[in-house]
Each structure stands twice: as structure tokens, then as C-alpha cells.
Nanobody
Framework: QVQLEESGGGLVQAGGSLRLSCAAS????????LGWFRQAPGKDRDFVAA????????DYADSVKGRFTISRDNAKNTVYLQMNSLKPEDTAVYYC????????????????WGQGTQVTVSS
């Protein structure tokens, strides 16, 4: 079992930056691929970024590529999402997730989810 808890969300102006963290408890996250999804009101929970078990491979949604960076520190059981050049359309609840399979883009490829942290980008 893995428990995930996101932190670092908040209210920022367009063009600003935030760094989200997701701390894991229970089993070490080194056994899992990790990812970030986001969900805006009335919309689906969509893929943002993912990282492989070793941290050697990453994947990003086209909408955030070049602006967001996912990283992990297995010694601290933590995954991060650095978000730069934020846009109003980035406003959403951001969820971290862990899965026993590859670092995919589908929700059903992951096994564990945090409760989410709100990111609001003012226009």
C-alpha cells in the first residue's frame, strides 16, 4: 500500500511559478512509476507528466511541454512537479499518482492517488 499527499498548490498570477510536491508513505516509491494528472471543474482528469521508476525517462502532455518538469527523489519517497510560465488554463486540482506498470498516460494505468492540491492561475 502507498499513501500519497500533495502540497505546494496556491494562487499565482499568469507567468508565475509553483513547485508541487507529493510525499509518499508506506512502501517505497522506488518500486513505482509516478505521475501527475489535473482536473478542472466540469472536465476529465487529464494526464500532465510521468516519470519512470529510475527517473531516467519522462513524458509530458503537449500543453505543458517546455514549461513543466517532473522529477523524483526516491531516497525521500517524493515526486515533484516544477511549473513555470503558468497560464490561466493550468488552473485545476493537481493529483499525484503511483503505478506498478510503465509511466503511462491513462488513469487506469495507476494504482494509488493523492487527494489533490488546488492550483489557481489568475488572468
Amino acid at each position: 500500500q502507498v499513501q500519497l499527499e500533495e502540497s505546494g498548490g496556491g494562487l499565482v498570477q499568469a507567468g508565475g511559478s509553483l513547485r508541487l510536491s507529493c510525499a509518499a508513505s508506506g512502501r517505497t516509491v522506488s518500486s513505482y512509476s509516478l505521475g501527475w494528472f489535473r482536473q478542472a471543474p466540469g472536465k476529465d482528469r487529464d494526464f500532465v507528466a510521468a516519470i519512470s521508476r529510475s527517473g531516467g525517462s519522462t513524458d509530458y502532455a503537449d500543453s505543458v511541454k517546455g514549461r513543466f518538469t517532473i522529477s523524483r527523489d526516491n531516497a525521500k519517497n517524493t515526486v515533484y512537479l516544477q511549473m513555470n510560465s503558468l497560464k490561466p488554463e493550468d488552473t485545476a486540482v493537481y493529483y499525484c499518482t503511483a503505478g506498478a506498470s510503465w509511466y503511462g498516460r491513462r488513469r487506469d494505468e495507476y494504482n494509488y492517488w493523492g487527494q489533490g492540491t488546488q492550483v489557481t492561475v489568475s488572468s
